[in-house]
């Protein structure tokens, strides 16, 4: 059924099953136009979808796009946007089957990915960890939130990778995988898919919310509580240099859309995950324990309790971390 | 794969197609929360969907919902929104298995709909019209445009069906049909079902933007013109009433958002549609003709092109009739 009808129609192979995901970038809250070059808006509102199928151990297969079009949005942004998006689908082989467009007083893109899993592969959830379970995460954590400071205080990154904002062709170089980390960020989705295939990891969420959010909903659901060492946080160069450990480490455990996978994993299978993949692909940072909800992080010897400080989705606004 | 996952996980038998559609309410654009209820409004974010799913003749089974939350959102004017979608989705038969939700500059909601069709039902497309084929709608056409102008000039329809707005109980009773129309459209969806499952339209479109606009719409997907006998408009009581005719014809004509069905169908299939349902159910309008891209209604033994004058998506702004 060719695009431009009332629904998309495809077909499933009988021994699959689906999988449906759905994810929103509004600009003021997600994003500005004055920031974002558009390419890499319309690849990430991919992204974000991709990296919730790829979370369950999904195949990402088709998708639908809302468009909200505000009137003053320039014909070349709105280009922009579909060009990042259509080369993006490509490369990751899902395709465009349906979609909306609307006039919007802001401008948002709102994506529902459908993805499929071979029937008696068990999609991995938020809710199968243990207490004992080791946590990793795949590469490394905070670089989004830097990047979005970066934007804030003036730092730009042009269509061709280039940032500029600030002296020093080092810092130049440092800043511009910080503000790739948030303007397109680009998870781990194989992993995912074979931590999920392979049936190695008992519990997995992707970071779009900050890991102090984030583990708190993957032990929410598994019931279990959590203890994660601030040493062994995988913290990005450009954080490390450009802003000094404790900031780095603040980012690290509050800052949001890294979209990096946090999974949890039985020790006994810890040789099978090592055989798949080894640092710094991913970091072994914590452990499930057996108190529901107290989730601390042990830095120096001393635990403290770990609060979430993500974003809160109903607290709005552009976020400040 | 209980809701609050990263994505959800349902199962299509191996005998059925999937079917996707997207559609999305923003405020401002589609609706005012001081004018509808929320209720209402929950419910025709499903609605609008159910239509395009039904068009396609086929069955809606699950949705996700992304809601666009603003700061000054009433906890009770989301908790109606919700009350109405659950309500029509029980109705419906369809399950909330996932979504998301954002901070929103906006009030606004995007349903992400999936359906199925049995293997081997050709879904019921807007391209498959042939010149010849007698056009048909369902319900009445204008109800939903003179539902917005009553609106428009302070006519409110009440939790209980109520209107008020103006003198008169007879007024206040044509009122009430008319803003039902709009505020919680009701389309038929076992008659679309029916006409592809029997494969008795040749094509087929929800009517969401106007006759004038979606005729076209079909025209352009068929290749064929189409000639209308305004006489024949189905037109509600309310509009030629409060309205007289020559207003009521206009509403028909150009009126968006009743989510009625445009249909065409060979006449050789004629007794079989009878069969099926007849006037006030469905009313015949005029048929497809050779020329394409030429669309004319007939008044009073004169023709003259039919423009389309249906609400645009990007001319924006509460739409003015």
Known sequence: VPIGDDAACVRLSGR???????????????????????????????????????????????????????????????????????????????????GNLTASPVLALDVCLAGSVPRG??????????????????????????????????????????????????????????LRSHLAPAPDYELARNLARLRIASAAIDLSDGLSTDLRRLCLASGTGARIETELLPLPE????????????????????????????PPRKIPALEGLARSPRITRIGVLTSSPKRLVAVSAGRAVPLTPAGYDHLRGGVRRR
Do not use: C
């Open 238 to 265: 450009a954080a490390l240099r450009l802003r000094g450990k404790a900031s780095a480490i603040r980012m690290a455990l509050h800052g949001g859309e890294d979209y990096q996978l946090l999974f949890a994993v």
């Open 121 to 178: 592969t068990k999609p991995l959830l938020r809710s199968g960890g243990r207490s004992g379970d080791v946590l990793f995460v795949t590469g490394s954590l905070g670089g989004s939130a830097l990047g979005l400071k970066l934007l804030q205080e003036g730092w730009r990154l042009n269509g061709k990778g280039v940032a500029r904002g600030g002296p020093g062709r080092q810092a130049a170089r440092l800043a511009a995988l910080a």
């Open 16 to 98: 699959e099953d689906l999988v449906l995901t759905t994810d929103q970038m509004v600009e003021g809250v997600h994003f500005r136009r004055s920031t974002h070059p558009p390419e890499l808006l319309g690849a990430r509102a991919l992204t974000v979808n991709l990296s919730d199928i790829a979370s369950l151990g999904a195949r990402p297969r088709w998708f639908l796009l809302s468009l909200f079009l505000p009137e003053d949005l320039a014909d070349r942004y709105l280009e922009g946007i579909l060009a990042g998006l259509s080369t993006e689908a490509r490369r990751q082989r899902v395709t465009l089957v349906g």
